[in-house]
C-alpha cells in the first residue's frame, strides 16, 4: 500500500523520508514539485498526483506537505486518511506538529512511523497503544535521559495491541479521577448581501478528556438526541445502544479524544449570533474606495460574543486601506490584500465598526468584484443548537469521579457575501 | 537450505571477518553483488564462503554502480563515494571516512547510552535521506543487544539497508530465528516482522517456514503478522504464489478480528483473482466486519463489493420495467408506504408474474445490513467503502443512505473533500435525486481551494434541474464575481452545461452570459462567447438577435478571443443576419491590419464564408481582405489567404477541390456536447484510485458485472471441515455449523431470507407438514447467525427485552416498513428463539402467545421463499436429523446465544470466550431440566452427583466445634457462569449457636473471582446448613483464600479445586471428538500408559472412575474398548478431551488432548491416579 512517505516544507526542501518497503528514490518528489509550482496556492496542490511508476497522494497540514507515495491501486481516502492520522499523532506527540519539532525528535518520527505502518499497511494507530509502545517526549524524560542514557521505548510489552479494547491502555491509575467533556459547535453560515441566510448549518464535536482508573464503562445520555441529525463516533461507542436509546455507551480511551462529532438536522433553523452592516463601494474613475463595516449582535440567548475576528480579501487593486476601527486593531497586509480586523468582544451598548477609505491603484478600472467577509468568534456556555447533556454515569469501577462539561460556541466557515 | 543454516551460525568471529571485508570494498559498488542473482548459484556460494573468494566475488561483480538517485547535493555521501573509491581495493583503514568512525566506536563500545546514540544519529541521517550503509556491520552486530531501544533502531537500520547488503544481513537472521520460538506471543509476533521486513531473497524459504509456523500460531496477533508478512514475501519472490495461498486460505477461516483485516488484505494484495477462497468466510467477515479495526473494514469492504458482484443477482434489474412506485413497493424497503401503494403494487404484481421475480439473496441482505453502521465511522475512507459498496450493490431505493454521510466528509480536511467531491461528482450523474436535499452544502465558499470549488461547482452543474435551477443560477451569479478567475470560467462553463440540459432556462442563461461579454476579465469574455456559441449552435435559428447583439459588440470588445468567436459565430450564421455580416466584414477589412492574429484569420474566414453565400456584395470586399493577408507579417496568415484564394475564387488552374467550397465552408457544424467530465466514470469502482484518475492503476481489480443468473448461493454454507482449531471462540457453534450442513438449504436460505420480502409473498400459502420441518430448521439457522452477531456486537439484555415488546406491537402488518426492517429481522430471530426454546422445553407458557401469533408470520415467510425452496431442494435434499444430538445441541445453542451479550468485557485474554452468564434462574431450570434428558436419551452418561467428592474446609477442631466441609456439585453456578460452584455444608457440633456465618477478607491471584454465598445468620447447636459459594479459578488450580467469620471468630481456609472440577462437560459426537482430538494433536496431546487397577477393568468402572476425577461426560463410542470423555474448562472454554483405550491384561493408553496444556497435564496425573488405584 503505502511505499514511503516524504515530508516537504514550505521551502521545497525533503526533510524527512521512510521507506516501508524498498527504497523509492526521493527524485520521485520532482513531479510533486512541478505540481506545486503550478498551483496557484500551496492549497491548490492536487492531493492526488500521477507519475510514471507511482502515484504521489499529498497533504498539507501546518505548511508541511505529506507526500506518500504508492505504487497500485489503493483508495486514496485510505492513504490521506492515514496521513492526517500520522500527522495528529505527532502534534499529540510533540504538541506542535512543525518542521522544527519533527528535526528535533527524529528518532521519535521514526518510531512511531515503524509502528504505525507494516509493510504499507497500518498497524497500531491508536493514540493509546503507541504512547505504551513509545512514550512521548517530555522535558523532563529528556533530561533524565540524556543523563542515564534510558530511553523512550516502552519497557513493557504493548498489550494493548491484544485487548478487546485496542483504544485503551490497560493499568490507568490516576489519584484525582475526572472526566470533562467539551461540547463544541461551530455555525457554517452563508449570509448573502442584503443579511438574509442563504445557507447555515451547525457541526458540532464532543471532545473529551476522561482520565478514569481502570475500566470504566461510561454512558452519556442528552436531554434532545433528536437534535442530533447525524453522528460519527469514536470506535468504543457502542452503536447499538445509540441506535436503540440514543445514548453513548462507551469504555473511554485513556486522555483526549474525540467522542462524537455530529451535524445538527437542517430542520432546525440555526441561530446567526452576528450581524454585519457593510458598505463596501468603489467609484468608477476615482481611485478611492468606501469602507464601511458595522458589527451586532443578533441571536446570542444573553451571552455576549468574543473573540470576534473579521478578515476579508480585498480585491487586488486595493493599494492600501486607511480604516479607523472603534475598537480593536485591524491590519492591512499589501501584499497578500488580506484585511484583518481583530475586535474582540462585542459589546451590544457599542456596536464596534471599522470605517474609512481605501486607496486603489491610479488608472486602473474599479474592481468589478465585492469582498467576502470572514468572521470567526466564540460564545461560552452555551450550544448554539440547544443541545444539553443529562447525564454522565459510570459502571464497571467503584469511585467517583469528577465529571465536567463545557459548552461553546464557534463560527466555522461563517461568510458575509458583500 | 542446510548450508544457509551453518551460515547462519556463524561464530561471531565471522561477523568480524566479513565486516573486515566488507569495508575494503566499501564504495567500489554500493548496492549490487552477485549474490543479488536469483538464479540459486548463490546458495553454494555461501556453503563455502571463504573471505578471499568473498572479496573476489565482489570486486569482480561490478554489475551494480552507486546507489541511484540517492539524493541530489547530498555532500556526505559523495564524500564517503570518493573517499572509498579513492582506497578502492587497497588498504583497509583509508576507505572509511573519518565521520563515521566515531559511530563505529560508539557501536563497538560496551555502554548501552553510548550505543544509543551512535544509534540515534544514524537514524537520523537516514530519515535525512543520507548513506549510512558504510557502517552496516558495526550496526547489524548490536542485533541481539540487551537494550530495547538499541534493538529496535538497529531493526530500523536492517530493514532499510538489508536489501543493499544480503550477505551481512543474514548474519542477523539467526536472531530472528530465535525470536520466532519464543514463549511471548509479542516477541514472537515482533520477530516475524522483522524477518519478513527484509529483502533478501536468500531467506525466502525461512520467511516461508516461519510464516507457515506463525499462521497456525496460538496468538492471534502472531497469526496477524503472518498475514501481513505475507505479501511481503510475495513481493519478494512471487513463486511462492502457490503455497502462499494456501496460507491465506488458512488465515481467511479465523475467526479472530484481529486477523480478517490483515488477511484480507494479503488476499487483495496476492490473489485478488481467487474469489472462491471467499465463499465460505463471506458470512464470518460480514459478521465480524463492525468489530475489524478501522483499516481492514476498509479493505474488506471493498473485496466484498467485489465478491458480491460476482456471486449475487443486480438488485436493480426490474428497475426498467417497474414504475417508480411499485418499484419501491417491490424491494419493501420504501421509507413510508402507505396503503395506496400496496395497491399499486398488487396492480404490478399482475405484469411482473410473468417475469421471475427477484428475489435479494439473504447473504446479499447480509451485507448490507452489517455494513450500514459503518456510515458513521470516524475514518473517512471506511465511509467511503460503505458508501462505493451501496452505490454498487443496493437496490436503488436504499442507496440514498449514504449521501448523508458523504456531505458530511465535506466538512474534512480538504483533501478528503476532494477525493469524497470526485465520487458525488460520478454519483450525482446517475443518482441526482440522491444529493437533492443536500443541495446547499455544495455552496462554494470564497475560502474554499480552487480545485474543491470547481468539483462542487461540478456537482451543483449535475444536481441542477427545473425545481431548482433558479436558486443555482443565483447562487452561480455570486460566483462569476469572485476573484479567482480559473472558478470564474468553470462557473461560465457550468451555466452552459444548465442551459443545454434546462431547456427553460436557457434564455435566461444566453442573456447573462451575453451580459458577461463586456466583463473586463479576458477570460471571462472568452468563456462566455465560447459558452455561448456552443448554445447558439444548437438552435441558430431562435437567436439571431444574439448573434445580432453580438454583432455590435465587436465595436467594444477588445479581446481577441471573442472577437474572433463572434466571427466565427457571424460567419457560420450569416444566413440568419445577412444584412449585418456584410457591414461587419466591412469594419473588420478596415481595421484589418491592427487585429491580433487569430482575429484576422477569423476575418479571412468570415470573408470566404460570406463570399460562397454572398458574393453579389462581399466580392470586393473579400478580395480587398485577402490582399491585405497575402502581406502580412505573420506566415499562416499568408497561408491561409492563399489556400482560401485558391479554394473559392474559381480559376482554370484550381482543381475540383473548388467546386466543393461551399460544402467545405459551410457544411453543419455539429453542436458540441456539453457533458460532464465525470460521465461514465462510474465503471471504476468508486473511491478507487483508478476513478479518481480515471485512469486504470495498476493492480487495479475491475468490478465485474452482475451475473446474469445467481451463481449457487450454498457454496456460502459453511461446513464442519473446514473450520479452524479451537483457539476461538467457538465453544458450541461447531455443532451448529454440523447442523447448518445436515440441512444446507433450510438453514441457509430460510433463515435469513426474512428481510428480503418477495412481491409474491401473498401469494400461495405452503403446504402444512412443508413448513412444520422448515420451522424449526428456520430457528436454528437464523439463530446460528443471531448468536454469532450476540457475541460480535454487544448487546444488551435490556435492549433485546425491549425488542420482544416491540416486536408484539408490530406483529400484525406483515408488510413492514424499511425504517424498522432491520429491528424486525432481530426481533425474528428472538421470536424463533423462543418458539423454539418452547419445542424444548413445554413448560414455558408465557411465551405461548408470542409464539402462535407468530407462526402465521413465518408461514408467509415461508411461502415467500417457496419457490426457491423447490428450486433448491433438489440440491441439497435434507435429512431429518437424529433427534438426541439435536437436542443436546440445542441446549448448548442456547447457552451461547443467549448469554454471551457482554462481550464488551475485558476477556481475560483474546482468545477466551465471551462469558457464559445465566440470565434468569427459570432459563437455568429449564437447562437443568434438559440435562437430566439428556441422561436419559444418552445411557452412556452416567450422573456423577452419587459420585460426589467432599473436602474437610474447616476441622472441627480447629473450628471449636464449627466443621465445613465441601464439594464441588458440578452444577451450573446461576449468576456466573464462569464460576465452579463450591456447595458447602457447615455442621455446627458446638454446643452454642453460630451466628452470622459469612465470609471476608477473600485473597485471590489476579483474574480469580468469588461470589460469596449468603450469609447465615444462625446454626443452631448441631444443626447442619447447607451454602453455595461461586469461584471462578480462571482455569487454574490457585487456591482461593478466605476468612471463614461467625460472630466471634474468624477461620483462615482456602478452597482449592482438582483440576477435573475446573471444567464442565459438553456433549460431542463420535465424528466431532474426532476432529476436534486432531486439531489438538501435537504439544497439545498428553499420553501415558497405565496398567487398570484390578477392580477397574470394565467399561463402567473405568467410565465411573474417571467422572468422579474430572467433570467431563462421556462420548458416546463405538467400539467398547475405548472410553472418549469431553468437556471444556470453565472460564476458557478451551476443549479438554479424554481417551482411555484399554489393551489386554489391563494395559491401558490415556490420552488427555487440551489446549492448555497445563491442565492437560495435571488432569492426566489426576485420571492416572484415579484409574490405577
Given at each position: 500500500m503505502i511505499h514511503s512517505l516524504f515530508l516537504i516544507n514550505a521551502s521545497g526542501d525533503i526533510f524527512l523520508e521512510k521507506h516501508w518497503k524498498s527504497v523509492v528514490s526521493r527524485s520521485v518528489c520532482d513531479y510533486f514539485f512541478e505540481a506545486q509550482e503550478r498551483a496557484s496556492e500551496p492549497e491548490n496542490v492536487p492531493p492526488v498526483i500521477p507519475t510514471p511508476h507511482h502515484y504521489l497522494i499529498s497533504v498539507l497540514r501546518h505548511r508541511i506537505y505529506f507526500v506518500a507515495v504508492i505504487q497500485s491501486e489503493v483508495p486514496p481516502l485510505f492513504v490521506i486518511e492515514f496521513l492526517h492520522r500520522v500527522v495528529d499523532t505527532f502534534q499529540d506527540y510533540f504538541g506542535v506538529c512543525t518542521e522544527a519539532a519533527i528535526k528535533d525528535n527524529v528518532v521519535v518520527v521514526y518510531e512511531l512511523l515503524e509502528e504505525m505502518l507494516d509493510n504499507g499497511f497500518p498497524l497500531a494507530t491508536e493514540s493509546n497503544i503507541l504512547k505504551e509502545l513509545i512514550k512521548p517526549p517530555t522535558i523532563l524524560r529528556t533530561m533524565v535521559n540524556t543523563i542515564t542514557g534510558s530511553t523512550n521505548v516502552g519497557e513493557q510489552l504493548p498489550t494493548g495491541q491484544l485487548s478487546v479494547v485496542p483504544w485503551r491502555r490497560t493499568g490507568v491509575k490516576y489519584t484525582n479521577n475526572e472526566a470533562y467533556f467539551d461540547v463544541v459547535e461551530e455555525i457554517d453560515a452563508i449570509i448573502d448581501k442584503s443579511g438574509s441566510t442563504i445557507t447555515a448549518e451547525i457541526q458540532g464535536v464532543i471532545d473529551a478528556c476522561v482520565k478514569l482508573t481502570g475500566m470504566p464503562d461510561l454512558t452519556l445520555s442528552f436531554m434532545n438526541p433528536r437534535l442530533l441529525d447525524d453522528v460519527s463516533f469514536h470506535p468504543c461507542v457502542r452503536f447499538k445502544r445509540w441506535e436503540a436509546e440514543r445514548i453513548l455507551s462507551f469504555i473511554p480511551p485513556d486522555g483526549?479524544?474525540?467522542?462524537l462529532s455530529y451535524h445538527v438536522s437542517s430542520q432546525n433553523l440555526v441561530a446567526i449570533p452576528v450581524y454585519v452592516k457593510h458598505n463596501i463601494t468603489f467609484r468608477e474613475g476615482s481611485s478611492q474606495g468606501r469602507f464601511d463595516l458595522t458589527l451586532g449582535p443578533k441571536q446570542t440567548m444573553g451571552k455576549s460574543v468574543e473573540a470576534v475576528l473579521v478578515s476579508s480579501q480585498l480585491p487586488r487593486g486595493v493599494l492600501n486601506a486607511n480604516l479607523n476601527p472603534s475598537q480593536g486593531t485591524y491590519t492591512f497586509d499589501p501584499v497578500t490584500k488580506m484585511l484583518t480586523w481583530d475586535v474582540g468582544k462585542i459589546n451590544p451598548q457599542k456596536l464596534p465598526s471599522l470605517k474609512g477609505s481605501m486607496s486603489l491603484q491610479a488608472g486602473a478600472s474599479k474592481p468589478d468584484e465585492n469582498p467576502t467577509i470572514n468572521i470567526q468568534l466564540k460564545i461560552q456556555q452555551m450550544a448554539i443548537s440547544g443541545l444539553k447533556v443529562n447525564r454522565l454515569d459510570m459502571y464497571g469501577e467503584k469511585y467517583k469521579p469528577f465529571k465536567g462539561i463545557k459548552y461553546m460556541t464557534k463560527a466555522g466557515k461563517f461568510q458575509v457575501r458583500t | 537450505m542446510t548450508a544457509m543454516q551453518r551460515l547462519l551460525q556463524l561464530p561471531v568471529t565471522a561477523v568480524n571477518m566479513v565486516k573486515t571485508v566488507q569495508s575494503q570494498v566499501q564504495g567500489q559498488e554500493e548496492d549490487k553483488s552477485p549474490v543479488l542473482t536469483p538464479d540459486g548459484v548463490h546458495q553454494a556460494w555461501y556453503s563455502a564462503l571463504q573471505p578471499d573468494e568473498l572479496r573476489h566475488l565482489r570486486s569482480g561483480g561490478t554489475g551494480g554502480g552507486g546507489r541511484g538517485g540517492g539524493g541530489g547535493g547530498d555532500h556526505e555521501e559523495h564524500s564517503s563515494l570518493e573517499e572509498g573509491g579513492g582506497g578502492g581495493g587497497g588498504s583497509i583503514f583509508q576507505s572509511q571516512p573519518l565521520r563515521h568512525d566515531d559511530l563505529k566506536e560508539m557501536l563497538d563500545s560496551n555502554k548501552d547510552s553510548l550505543k544509543l546514540e551512535a544509534m540515534k544519529r544514524i537514524v537520523a541521517m537516514i530519515a535525512r535521506g543520507k548513506n549510512a550503509s558504510d557502517l552496516f556491520p558495526a550496526v547489524v552486530k548490536n542485533v541481539a543487544c540487551k537494550n530495547i531501544e538499541v534493538k529496535k533502531l538497529v531493526y530500523v537500520y536492517l530493514v532499510r539497508y538489508a536489501e543493499e547488503q544480503q550477505d551481512l544481513a543474514l548474519l542477523s537472521i539467526s536472531t530472528f530465528q530465535r525470536g520466532l520460538k519464543d514463549p511471548n506471543q509479542l516477541i514472537r509476533a515482533s520477530a516475524l516482522r522483522v524477518l519478513s521486513s527484509i529483502?533478501?531473497?536468500?531467506?525466502v524459504p525461512i520467511m516461508m517456514l516461519a510464516i507457515k509456523e506463525a499462521a497456525s500460531d496460538m496468538s492471534p496477533y502472531v497469526r496477524k503478522t503472518a498475514a501481513h508478512a505475507i505479501p511481503k514475501l510475495y513481493s519478494l519472490d512471487p513463486e511462492q504464489k502457490d503455497q502462499l495461498i494456501e496460507v491465506i486460505e488458512k488465515l481467511l477461516a479465523d475467526k479472530t478480528t484481529l486477523v480478517a483485516g490483515s488477511v484480507v488484505m494479503a488476499f487483495e494484495e496476492v490473489c485478488p483473482e481467487r474469489i472462491e477462497l471467499i465463499h465460505k468466510n463471506y458470512r464470518k467477515l460480514c459478521n465480524l466486519l463492525i468489530d475489524v479495526e478501522e483499516w481492514g473494514q476498509v479493505v474488506i469492504i471493498n473485496m466484498l463489493t467485489r465478491y458480491a458482484r460476482t456471486q449475487f443477482l443486480n438488485p436493480n434489474m426490474n428497475e426498467s420495467l417497474l414504475e417508480e412506485g411499485s418499484d419501491k413497493t417491490f424491494y419493501g424497503s420504501d421509507e413510508d408506504e402507505d396503503e395506496e401503494e400496496e395497491e399499486k403494487e398488487k396492480k404490478a404484481e399482475a405484469p411482473m408474474a410473468k417475469r421471475k421475480p427477484y428475489v435479494m439473496d439473504p447473504d446479499h441482505r447480509l451485507l448490507l445490513r452489517n455494513t450500514k453502521p459503518l456510515l458513521q465511522s470516524r475514518n473517512a475512507a471506511v465511509v467511503m467503502a460503505v458508501a462505493q459498496l451501496y452505490f454498487h450493490l443496493a437496490p436503488k431505493a436504499e442507496i440514498g443512505v449514504i449521501a448523508k454521510a458523504l456531505v458530511r466528509l465535506l466538512r474534512s480536511h480538504s483533501e478528503v473533500q476532494y477525493v469524497v467531491l470526485q465520487n458525488v461528482a460520478t454519483m450525482s450523474i446517475k443518482r441526482r435525486g440522491m444529493f437533492e436535499p443536500y443541495l446547499k452544502s455544495f455552496y462554494i465558499r470564497s475560502t474554499d481551494p480552487t480545485q474543491i470549488k470547481i468539483l462542487k461547482l461540478e456537482v451543483l452543474t449535475n444536481l441542477a434541474n427545473e425545481t431548482n435551477i433558479s436558486t443555482i443560477l443565483r447562487e452561480f451569479q455570486t460566483y462569476i464575481k469572485s476573484m479567482d478567475k480559473d472558478f470564474v470560467a468553470a462557473t461560465i462553463q457550468a451555466i452552459g452545461r444548465c442551459a443545454t440540459n434546462i431547456g427553460e432556462v436557457r434564455d435566461t442563461c444566453l442573456n447573462g452570459l451575453v451580459q458577461l461579454l463586456s466583463n473586463r476579465d479576458e477570460l471571462v469574455v472568452a468563456e462566455s462567447v465560447v459558452v455561448i456559441k456552443k448554445l447558439l449552435q444548437m438552435q441558430p435559428e431562435k437567436h439571431s438577435d444574439i448573434i445580432k447583439h453580438m454583432a455590435k459588440l465587436t465595436d467594444n470588445i477588445q479581446v481577441p478571443m471573442a472577437r474572433a468567436s463572434i466571427l466565427w459565430l457571424i460567419g457560420e450564421y450569416c444566413e440568419h443576419v445577412p444584412k449585418i455580416a456584410p457591414d461587419v466584414l466591412r469594419k473588420m477589412a478596415k481595421s484589418f491590419t491592427n487585429e491580433e492574429d487569430i482575429v484576422k484569420l477569423q476575418i479571412i474566414n468570415l470573408a470566404a464564408k460570406l463570399y460562397l453565400t454572398n458574393s453579389k456584395q462581399t466580392k470586393l470586399l473579400t478580395q480587398y481582405v485577402l490582399n491585405l493577408a497575402k502581406y502580412d507579417q505573420n506566415y499562416d496568415i499568408r497561408d491561409r489567404a492563399r489556400f482560401i484564394r485558391q479554394l473559392i475564387v474559381p480559376t482554370e488552374k484550381s482543381g475540383a477541390l473548388s467546386k466543393y467550397a461551399k460544402k467545405l465552408f459551410l457544411a453543419l457544424k455539429p453542436a458540441p456536447v456539453l457533458e460532464s467530465p465525470f460521465k461514465d466514470r462510474d465503471h471504476f469502482q468508486l473511491g478507487s484510485l483508478s476513478h479518481l484518475l480515471n485512469a486504470k492503476a495498476g493492480g487495479y481489480q475491475e468490478l465485474p458485472d452482475w451475473p446474469e443468473a445467481a451463481p449457487d448461493p450454498s457454496v456460502r454454507n459453511v461446513e464442519v471441515k473446514d473450520s479452524v482449531p479451537e483457539w476461538t471462540k467457538c465453544s458450541s457453534r461447531e455443532k451448529r455449523k454440523e447442523k447448518k450442513v445436515e440441512k444446507p438449504f433450510y438453514s441457509d436460505s430460510e433463515g435469513e431470507s426474512g428481510p428480503t420480502e418477495s412481491a409474491d409473498s401473498e401469494s400461495d400459502s405452503a403446504s402444512g407438514s412443508e413448513s412444520g420441518s422448515g420451522l424449526e430448521e428456520s430457528g436454528s439457522g437464523s439463530e446460528s447467525e443471531e448468536s454469532e452477531e450476540g457475541s460480535e456486537s454487544e448487546e444488551e439484555e435490556e435492549e433485546e427485552k425491549d425488542k420482544k415488546k416491540k416486536k408484539k406491537e408490530l406483529k400484525k402488518p406483515v408488510q413492514e416498513s424499511e425504517s424498522e426492517q432491520s429491528s424486525e429481522e432481530e426481533v425474528r430471530k428472538h421470536e424463533r428463539k423462543n418458539k423454539q426454546r418452547k419445542s424444548d422445553s413445554e413448560s414455558e407458557s408465557d411465551e405461548e402467545e408470542e409464539s402462535e401469533s407468530e407462526s402465521s408470520q413465518s408461514e408467509s415467510e415461508d411461502s415467500e421463499s417457496e419457490a426457491e425452496v423447490k428450486k433448491k431442494k433438489k440440491v441439497a435434499e435434507p435429512k431429518p436429523p437424529s433427534k438426541p444430538v439435536k437436542k443436546e445441541c440445542k441446549k448448548e445453542k442456547k447457552e451461547m446465544s443467549l448469554l454471551d451479550l457482554d462481550d464488551f468485557e475485558p476477556a481475560p485474554s483474546p482468545q477466551a470466550t465471551p462469558l457464559n452468564t445465566f440470565l434468569s434462574s427459570s432459563l437455568v431450570n429449564d437447562l437443568e431440566g434438559l440435562s437430566l434428558s439428556d441422561a436419559v436419551l444418552s445411557p452412556a452418561t452416567i450422573s456423577p452427583s452419587s459420585t460426589l467428592k467432599s473436602y474437610e474446609l474447616l476441622h472441627r477442631i480447629t473450628g471449636e466445634g464449627l466443621s465445613v466441609e465441601y464439594c464441588f456439585s458440578r452444577q451450573p453456578f446461576p449468576p456466573d457462569g464462569n464460576m465452579v460452584a463450591v456447595q458447602m455444608q457447615f455442621t455446627n457440633n458446638a454446643t452454642s449457636d453460630a451466628k452470622n456465618l459469612h465470609m471476608e477478607d477473600v485473597k485471590l491471584q489476579s483474574g480469580m473471582r468469588v461470589k460469596e454465598f449468603t450469609e447465615i445468620e444462625l446454626l443452631p447447636a448441631g444443626e447442619t446448613a447447607t451454602a453455595v459459594m461461586g469461584i471462578d479459578f480462571c482455569d487454574s488450580t490457585q487456591a482461593a483464600n478466605f476468612q471463614l467469620c461467625t460472630h466471634t471468630r474468624k477461620f483462615f481456609v482456602s478452597i482449592q479445586p482438582p483440576v477435573g472440577e475446573l471444567m464442565r462437560p459438553v456433549f460431542l459426537t463420535e465424528n466431532e471428538f474426532k476432529k476436534e482430538q486432531g486439531q489438538l494433536m501435537g504439544m497439545n496431546e498428553i499420553s501415558e500408559k497405565l496398567t487398570l487397577d484390578a477392580n477397574c477393568r470394565n467399561e463402567h468402572s473405568i467410565v465411573q472412575r474417571v467422572i468422579t476425577a474430572a467433570n467431563l461426560s462421556r462420548v458416546p463410542c463405538g467400539s467398547d474398548k475405548e472410553c472418549r470423555f469431553a468437556g471444556r474448562t470453565v472460564t476458557s472454554s478451551s476443549l479438554v478431551l479424554a481417551t482411555v483405550a484399554s489393551r489386554e491384561e489391563g494395559a491401558a493408553q490415556l490420552t488427555v488432548n487440551c489446549e492448555k496444556m497445563v491442565i492437560g497435564t495435571m488432569l492426566v496425573k489426576d485420571i492416572l491416579l484415579a484409574l490405577t488405584q
Open positions: 483526549n479524544f474525540r467522542l | 529483502r533478501v531473497t536468500i531467506i
